[in-house]
């Protein structure tokens, strides 16, 4: 069981938004900055957000990240098939001394 | 270009050991730790552990000491990974991937992934 909660899946159709959530504490989110990671299937993640809500050159600006307290959020606008993909959220956690990835969550793309 | 390249897949038997190696090109490479995460079958992302690539010390995660052991070569920037008595719930696949420091940590390069079978 993953220390940082994501829904399982989310679904929307092409050109609406969605919203993933990631959840934690205190000792993670609420104190260290996040990260999302874009997976598709058989490839190796790739970084979308960092630092809660900064975008790496590349990423298009239909991806933003948020944060507030001890949750963290993605939200993709305009929504295409090929955004399909799982994804996931990752901090520190200072209690442990350890990165803590969220559980990960699959978008579906109706 | 920068890249991180690892090792290809392995088929192992229990009780066996393997080693993962994860090439670090195009940058320099003792500038930025390397960090490990697991991938079994069907399930989300799980964070091993680190290496300082400038001291070679180690940092496991719990549940990731003992039978796994995060190593250097610096001369040929690799970074390693051996598991020792490989187990069937070992297999998955492994990534090796870049840290970067701004205001957080992000893991801004990854390797293409070793897939470590144990059977």
């Known amino acids: 069981q993953s220390v940082l909660t994501q829904p399982p899946s989310v679904s929307a159709a092409p050109g609406q938004k969605v919203t993933i959530s990631c959840s934690g504490s205190?000792?993670?989110?609420?104190?260290?900055?996040v990260s999302w990671y874009q997976q598709f299937p058989g490839t190796a993640p790739k970084l979308l957000i960092y630092?809660?809500?900064r975008r790496p050159s590349g990423i298009p600006d239909r991806f933003s990240g948020s944060k507030s307290g001890t949750s963290a959020t993605l939200d993709i606008t305009g929504l295409q098939t090929g955004d399909e993909a799982d994804y996931y959220c990752?901090?520190?956690?200072?209690?442990?001394?350890?990165?803590?990835f969220g559980g990960g969550t699959k978008l579906t793309v109706l | 270009q920068v890249q991180l390249v690892q090792s290809g897949s392995e088929l192992k038997k229990p009780g066996a050991s393997v080693k993962v190696s994860c090439k670090g090109s195009?940058?320099?490479?003792?500038?930025?730790?390397i960090h490990w995460v697991r991938q079994a079958p069907g399930r989300g992302l799980e964070w091993m552990g680190w290496?300082?690539?400038?001291?070679?010390?180690?940092t496991y995660a719990q549940g990731f000491t003992g039978r796994f052991v995060l190593s250097l070569d610096t001369p040929l920037n690799t970074a390693h990974l051996q598991i020792t008595g490989l187990e069937v719930d070992d297999s998955a696949v492994y990534y090796c991937?870049?840290?970067?420091?701004?205001?957080?940590?992000?893991?801004?390069?990854w390797g293409q992934g070793t897939l470590v079978t144990v059977s």
């Open positions: 991937t870049r840290e970067v420091w701004a205001q957080g940590s992000r893991f801004d390069l």
């Open positions: 195009g940058y320099t490479f003792i500038s930025y730790p």
């Open positions: 290496i300082n690539t400038s001291s070679g010390h180690p």
């Open positions: 205190s000792s993670n989110i609420g104190n260290n900055y």
């Open positions: 630092d809660n809500d």
């Open positions: 990752k901090t520190w956690d200072t209690s442990v001394t350890a990165g803590v």
